[in-house]
């Protein structure tokens, strides 16, 4: 059994098989649905389902709401058609000639960024490359089906090794075993690349971007592709962690900042150790953008980092007038099973 879906405004068609999410279908047949966590938690896939009925799927409330459900809207990563469907969302253009592709790659390197963060750079088989955007992620594939998602943390002119930031989650499966575990020459297999969280070229907005602790590795590829193509528009970096050595790579950032006119660097710290001897900027890294920019409604702001931020971030950078359509995100929501 199949379903046809048909899109709005672009027009595009594809077909779904029976019990595959209206994204998985998409991405499939490429046509290019915004998404980020696939999983339920984060809204980014949210669009309105005009004609033809869906099972919802599982997925958390703070994604859709029940008046949102009310409304005809939907989340497309967890929606299965259950009849042909319309459907109403806007499309990616610059992710849609990018295959998403299963590959075997190699551990290289390990490197301990931060107590808590592992430097991982994967190399894949030879004379194979991984076409990407900056920004977008991976998702390691282990046992039993599961799958971590990473965001990729280098550029794709500098693409020798694929690099990730792992952050040491307690009991976590996948970066437990990083950390205990791997090592290097092991081989590990991963699907992608996903996402659209990635730097909008077209636009000539002032750009914010904003990163809490290991989110500052799709932002690190996204700054390093911006400096590569020679953007010249404003970028302003705030990179909030709770103590110094949650900026890991503080001291690259600094060089950026001395090497590229239009960057700035704002770190900010909410619970610096005494032995950072800390006079810099203190609190919520979002709070410290809304300082600074109290009027945000020219801008157009890039993040990503732990999902609490995330929220709190959206409510006041919305408060502060950012248009809907200028706030791109990846909120790291943990993997659900
Ligand atoms: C699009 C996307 C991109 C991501 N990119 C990165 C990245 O570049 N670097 C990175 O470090 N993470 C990233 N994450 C988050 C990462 O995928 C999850 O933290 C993942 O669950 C960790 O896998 P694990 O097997 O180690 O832990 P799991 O086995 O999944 O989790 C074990 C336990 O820890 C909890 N937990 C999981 N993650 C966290 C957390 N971050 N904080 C507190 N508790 C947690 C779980 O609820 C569970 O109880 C990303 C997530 C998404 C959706
Ligand atoms: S809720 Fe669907 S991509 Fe996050």
């Known amino acids: 059994m199949t379903y046809k879906i048909h899109v709005q405004p672009s027009g595009h068609e594809f077909t779904a098989e029976a019990g595959e999410t209206v994204l998985a279908a998409a991405l499939r047949n490429g046509v290019h649905l915004p998404y980020s966590c696939r999983s339920g938690l984060c809204g980014t ?100 089906g599961k799958r971590r998602s990473f965001s990729l943390a280098n550029a794709p002119h500098d693409d020798e090794f694929l690099q990730l930031h792992i952050k040491h989650v307690p009991n976590g499966l996948f970066s437990g075993h990083v950390f205990n575990a791997l090592k290097e020459k092991d081989l590990l297999r991963f699907e992608g690349p996903f996402g659209n969280f990635f730097l909008r070229e077209d636009s000539t907005r002032p750009a914010i971007l904003m990163a809490g602790g290991t989110g500052f590795a799709p932002i690190k590829g996204i700054l390093e592709h911006a400096f590569h193509l020679g953007v010249t528009r404003p970028l302003h970096l ?55 920019y109290p009027d945000l409604s020219g801008h157009e702001i890039y993040m990503s980092g732990p999902p609490p931020m995330i929220k709190a971030a959206k409510q006041a950078f919305s408060a502060h007038g950012l248009p809907e359509e200028c706030l791109f995100y990846d909120s790291f929501e943990n993997a659900v099973g």
């Not at 600094?254 to 001897?277: G, I």
Request: a positive charge.
């Open 238 to 292: 705030f990179w909030g962690g709770r103590a110094k050595q949650d900026l890991y790579l503080h001291d690259l950032v600094l060089d950026w900042e001395k090497a590229h006119a239009n960057f700035r660097y704002t770190p900010v710290l909410s619970a610096p150790a005494p032995d950072d001897r800390w006079t810099g900027r203190g609190g919520w890294v979002h709070e410290a953008v809304v300082g600074d």
């Open 45 to 144: 896939c949210k669009g309105a389902i005009v004609a033809g009925a869906v099972d919802y799927g599982d997925y958390q409330p703070q994604a859709l709401s029940v008046s949102e459900k009310a409304r005809g809207q939907a989340l497309f990563c967890r929606a299965k058609p259950l009849a042909d469907l319309t459907i109403q969302v806007r499309e990616i253009a610059a992710a849609k000639d990018i295959r998403i592709r299963i590959l075997p790659c190699r551990v290289v390197r390990l490197a301990r960024l931060a107590p808590d963060v592992m430097g991982l750079s994967l190399k894949l088989p030879q004379n194979d490359r991984l076409q990407f955007l900056a920004g977008q992620y991976i998702d390691i594939l282990l046992r039993d």
